[in-house]
């Protein structure tokens, strides 16, 4: 596994959560990585990107505001600070790297994936 998850659990409603994800190769620090989520029976979506350097990042309208998206490149890591948590970010969040050094929504631009880490909000 090339990107490796972490972080999920359980939250309130109104709660935080930080997640991670780590290239222990280093294999993607030149390239964009994003994060996105399934729900169940909901088809993958976008959540939040950054580019290889940190200095552009994007959010889906539905996280714009409570969700921070940042990069460590000394320890490869890109982190996804979620505050603010509601009961329909509920999903499994994948992080993933882009074919690509600058940010993009679309989820065909990512080739490396991650595997998932489960966030629960309670309400």
């Known amino acids: 596994v090339q990107l490796q998850a972490s972080g999920g659990g359980l939250a309130q409603a109104g709660g935080s959560l930080s997640l991670s994800c780590a290239d222990y190769?280093?294999?993607?620090?030149?390239?964009?990585v994003g994060w996105f989520r399934q729900a169940p029976g909901e088809e993958r979506e976008f959540v939040a990107a950054?580019?290889?350097?940190?200095?552009?990042?994007t959010y889906a309208d539905s996280v714009k505001g409570r969700f921070t998206i940042s990069r460590d490149r000394p320890k490869n890591t890109v982190l996804l600070q979620m505050n603010s948590l509601k009961p329909e970010d509920t999903a499994i969040y994948y992080c993933?790297?882009?074919?690509?050094?600058?940010?993009?929504?679309?989820?065909?631009?990512?080739?490396?994936w991650g595997q998932g880490t489960l966030v629960t909000v309670s309400s």
């Open positions: 190769r280093r294999t993607f620090s030149n390239n964009a």
């Open positions: 993933a790297a882009a074919r690509r050094s600058m940010v993009s929504m679309l989820l065909s631009e990512y080739q490396y």
């Open positions: 950054i580019s290889w350097n940190g200095g552009s990042t």
